[in-house]
């Protein structure tokens, strides 16, 4: 640490040409040796010298700009808020806003082969020395470069135009379409597990061309492991590369998981029932106001087999009976019992959307085709109607400290009832009030 202070006293005390050029010939492979330090006050007192360094000699950087660009860029994923701040706001001083595009494409290939490198190749035992290292630091360390690693990929891409990137597509083919990448999606790290989320994200989002290959593999990894994910905080990542993925390769859920195992593996759609089952991790009011955005995006295979709305309710109202086991726990404590009254809400108007949504889908689609009977959709849709009514009132009952904002979902979806009726039966209503309880 006194040396790394005494680093950045030198850089202040000299100029280009009393020290810092030939300073700036040793420091790239140091910066690179010590910014994943496993201690944070060193990963910040290195990133102090790097920002010091680099704006002090402004232009000069550029011949070395490709040595530090990896680990630098990396760097702004470190968990530790100063050390990324402090490596990001480095780079945002050094080049002006309409040049970081262009540097970032000026770099990608460093980049790329710097993050795909570490999360291919490297292990705890070559990021470490094991004679001087103990294993839990060694673990640590490891598990922090791999997280920024794909958090650098993930930038790249938000970055650089689709075009440059598709440039570099076997490149990140070898990242998108290897097991040995997408292993990390069941990493104990949450660092790791966010970091490949928000690559995901950022392909399906920027530049979805990326994984025209490599879909099917990177999806099928996708959605066998983060309905597992037990950290909330982690979630709202999670959504967005599951939504992402599923708008724009829908097919994946439609996948056999198991084609290339001898053991037989749960499809797409029953662990995401169970997800909902387990009240989505104990993270409900992350998840839920995401299935509606789901549901929209999923293969009409997926909405139509014979079960699913059927298991879909049974999940959701399943999770509903964890939270009155957690209300009465929440009873001792207002955070607790804020908490419980956020996931009422959060359930109720997750259901009220559901089923709003596919029950307008099944009547649109029995009014445009000629092979399904409208009456006999009619009544299938009203039974189902009367089913949740029925279940949404008891809960509204039994839940008096969420009913007033409760209240706001549950009139929408009957107003939805009466605009259905209006719409495609006029005598949906009263079907639906002849099996209402």
């Not at 060193?42 to 530090?68: C, Y």
């Not at 970081?100 to 980049?111: D, I």
């Not at 930038?155 to 490149?171: G, T």
Request: net charge negative; hydrophobic share 40%; with cysteine.
């Amino acid at each position: 640490m006194r040396a790394l202070f005494e680093l950045k006293s030198y850089v202040s005390e000299h100029s280009w040409e009393t020290g810092l050029e030939g300073m700036l010939l040793a420091w790239p492979p140091l910066f690179r040796k010590h910014i994943f330090d496993p201690d944070r006050r060193v990963r910040a007192a290195v990133a102090n010298v790097n920002s010091a360094l680099v704006v002090k000699i402004g232009k000069r950087l550029a011949t070395h700009l490709k040595q530090l660009a990896g680990p630098w860029v990396a760097s702004y994923f470190d968990p530790h808020k100063e050390v990324a701040r402090t490596s990001r706001s480095a780079f945002e001083r050094v080049f002006p806003e309409s040049k970081r595009a262009e540097v970032y494409a000026y770099c990608v290939g460093e980049l790329i082969d710097f993050a795909s490198d570490n999360i291919l190749n490297q292990t705890p035992e070559t990021l470490s020395d094991p004679r001087f290292v103990d294993p839990e630091d060694m673990r640590s360390k490891y598990e922090h470069v791999i997280g920024v690693s794909f958090g650098s990929l993930g930038l790249v891409i938000e970055e650089i135009d689709a075009d440059k990137l598709l440039e570099h597509k076997s490149q990140f083919d070898e990242v998108l379409g290897s097991k040995a990448a997408l292993k990390f999606l069941a990493s104990q790290s949450s660092l790791i597990r966010r970091g490949i989320y928000r690559l995901i994200r950022n392909v399906m989002l920027h530049c979805p061309a990326l994984a025209r290959d490599t879909n099917e593999i990177l999806a099928q990894a996708l959605l066998s492991n983060c309905f597992g994910d037990g950290d909330p905080n982690a979630h709202g990542d999670m959504w967005d590369a599951v939504l992402l993925t599923t708008k724009n390769y829908p097919q994946v859920w439609l996948s056999d998981s198991s084609s290339d195992s001898k053991k037989k593996q749960k499809k797409p759609i029953e662990r995401l029932l169970e997800f909902l089952r387990s009240r989505c991790r104990l993270a409900p009011t992350i998840s839920y106001p995401s299935i509606l955005a789901l549901l929209a995006n999923l293969p009409a295979a997926v909405l139509d087999a014979p079960t699913f709305q059927n298991d879909f309710d049974n999940a959701l109202w399943q999770s509903a009976s964890t939270l009155a086991g957690a209300a009465e726990l929440a009873a001792v404590g207002s955070s607790s019992s804020r908490a419980n009254h956020l996931e009422n809400v959060a359930l109720v108007s997750a259901i009220c959307e559901c089923f709003s949504f596919l029950w307008t889908r099944s009547l649109k689609n029995a009014s445009s085709s000629d092979n399904v009977s409208i009456s006999s959709t009619r009544d299938f849709v009203a039974k189902e109607i009367s089913r949740e009514t029925d279940r949404l009132w008891h809960f509204y009952l039994n839940n008096p400290e969420s009913a007033e904002e409760m209240a706001q979902p549950v009139v929408k979806l009957y107003c939805k009832i009466e605009n259905l009726s209006a719409k495609f039966d006029s005598s949906l209503l009263e079907t639906i009030w002849s099996q209402t309880s």
